[in-house]
C-alpha cells in the first residue's frame, strides 16, 4: 500500500476511509494524538511517544481499552502494510462516538485512528528557518497533545501566507513553544529550553536535544527565556520529531543565530547518529 488509515480495526487507503458522524472527535476535538517518523519501518523513539500517549489520555480521561503493548505491536505491523518503511506515523484516540453532548458517558469506547503515508526526511542540516513571534492566546492545556489545535492552525496558516517556516507563541514575552514544534536556543555554550509546565509539549526531540547536549559536555538550563533573549541568543533552535534539530536564520525579519555554529553541528551530528542507529536494519 502507498499509504494506510486505521479505525478499530478497519485498514484502507488514507482516500478510503469513513469515521463516523457522532465521533466525538468531530464535534469537540475530544481526543489526544501523537505522532513520529519511521525509517526502514523502524518508528523512531516509539517508547517515548507511547508513553507521551498514554499520559495525555490519562490527562482528559480517557480510559483506553487497548495496552501499550497492544499499541506497539498494532503500529509495527501496520508499518508492515506499506510500500516503503519511511514513514509518517499518526496515531490518535478520540473519547468514543456519541450523540453530541458535552458531558460524556464514562462507559464510553475510544476510538483509535492510525494514519501512514511516504516521508522523506531532510536531515542535511543545511537549511536555515524563518520564523515569526505571535502572543500565545492557547489555553492551559498546551502539556497535553489534544486535537484542539485551531490556534496552531491560524497561527501556522499566518506564517506560511508570509513565506515562513513557523511561528513562536510568547506570553508577555517569555518564549513558550512554535505552533508544531518546541524551540531551545544556544547561549554561552549553554543549551536553554523552557521547562516542561502546562504552557508547553513534552517534546521528544526536545529531551534528546538536553540528553544529547549534556552528552556533548555543554550546560544545559530548563528556565524561560524571553523574546529579547532568543533574538540575541548565538543559535535558536526548533525541534519536533520529524525536524531534530533545525537552526533559525530569521526572526520578525531579523537577522539571528549563526554564531556558534561549532557547537550546532556537533548537537545536530550527535542526535542524527541517534536516528541513524535506532533505525537502522541489523
Not at 44 to 69: C, G, V, Y
Not at 130 to 137: A, G, N, Q, S, Y
Not at 179 to 203: C, K, M, R, Y
Request: proline fraction near 4%; aromatic fraction near 10%; hydrophobic fraction near 40%.
Amino acid at each position: 500500500m502507498e499509504d494506510l488509515a486505521y479505525y478499530n480495526g478497519k485498514i484502507t487507503r488514507l482516500s478510503e476511509m469513513m469515521v463516523p458522524f457522532n465521533d466525538r472527535s468531530h464535534f469537540f476535538g475530544d481526543g489526544v494524538y501523537d505522532a513520529s517518523v519511521a525509517r526502514n519501518g523502524i518508528i523512531f523513539k516509539l517508547e517515548d511517544h507511547l508513553d507521551r500517549f498514554f499520559n495525555s489520555m490519562a490527562l482528559i480521561d480517557i480510559q483506553p481499552d487497548f495496552t501499550k503493548d497492544e499499541l506497539r505491536e498494532l503500529l509495527q505491523a501496520l508499518c508492515q502494510k506499506l510500500d516503503t518503511g519511511d514513514l509518517f506515523v499518526y496515531f490518535q484516540v478520540s473519547r468514543g462516538t456519541a450523540i453530541r453532548n458535552h458531558s460524556y458517558a464514562q462507559t464510553l469506547k475510544p476510538n483509535l485512528s492510525v494514519y501512514m503515508l511516504p516521508w522523506t526526511g531532510d536531515f542535511s542540516s543545511q537549511k536555515r528557518l524563518k520564523l515569526m513571534t505571535t502572543p500565545d492566546h492557547r489555553f492551559e492545556f498546551c502539556h497535553i497533545k489534544t486535537l484542539n489545535l485551531l490556534p496552531n492552525v491560524l497561527a501556522s496558516q499566518a506564517a506560511t501566507s508570509q513565506g515562513l517556516d513557523e511561528v513562536v507563541y510568547h506570553r508577555d514575552q517569555r518564549v513558550t513553544e512554535c505552533a508544531h514544534s518546541n524551540i531551545s536556543i544556544l547561549i554561552n555554550g549553554v543549551f536553554q529550553t523552557a521547562p516542561l509546565d502546562h504552557w508547553i509539549l513534552p517534546g521528544i526531540a526536545r529531551k534528546y536535544l538536553l540528553l544529547m547536549s549534556q552528552a556533548l559536555g555543554f550546560d544545559v538550563l530548563e528556565h524561560p527565556f524571553t523574546v529579547e533573549e532568543m533574538l540575541a541568543a548565538d543559535e535558536v533552535i526548533v525541534s519536533s520529531s520529524g525536524s531534530l534539530c533545525a537552526p533559525v536564520s530569521e526572526i520578525d525579519g531579523r537577522a539571528v543565530g549563526g554564531r556558534d555554529p561549532e557547537r550546532l553541528q556537533q548537537l545536530q551530528d550527535k542526535i542524527y547518529q541517534d536516528f541513524f542507529k535506532e533505525t537502522d536494519i541489523d
